[in-house]
């Protein structure tokens, strides 16, 4: 599968370019994993609405943070995307780690762990950790692609 026309960055001394990345291609698994977190986190979310006025459907909220982190963030790594789509699932539903390891690998569990909230920690103090957090994983999909 095929995503021209994506947008990547070059920051230079004196000036930040834009340039489009011709394609980016991921193979039928990928995708195919893709498309099951996306599952796995609208049925387990199908019964819950977003807080305030509009009172949406809660998967639009991780399927943004999925996109945010595409589009705005530059993240091209699948399973911080997919932690993205599944990061409130343990928070928010009957899920375990443990089903987000069987359907999904380590490597996401440990992902969707590390952003999960602790509830031994203040919220204010919590935020920030998931503020940093979120830097981090940014930083090390670049580090990846690039390094």
């Not at 599968?1 to 930040?16: A, H, R």
């Amino acid at each position: 599968m095929s995503f021209p026309g994506v947008l990547s960055y070059q920051v230079n001394q004196q000036s930040l370019s834009l340039s489009v990345l011709s394609s980016m291609t991921f193979n039928e698994e990928e995708v195919s994993l893709l498309l099951k977190a996306v599952q796995f986190s609208a049925e387990t979310h199908k019964t819950q609405r977003r807080k305030g006025a509009e009172g949406s459907p809660y998967i639009n909220h991780p399927i943004a943070v999925a996109e945010t982190l595409w589009r705005v963030g530059g993240v091209r790594d699948l399973p911080v995307i997919i932690a993205a789509i599944l990061h409130d699932t343990v928070e928010d539903t009957e899920t375990t780690f443990a089903d987000i390891e069987e359907h999904f690998g380590p490597i996401v569990r440990s992902l969707v762990q590390e952003v999960s909230d602790d509830k031994n920690l203040a919220k204010l103090e919590f935020l920030r950790y998931q503020e940093s957090l979120l830097r981090l994983m940014v930083l090390f999909t670049y580090l990846r692609r690039h390094g």
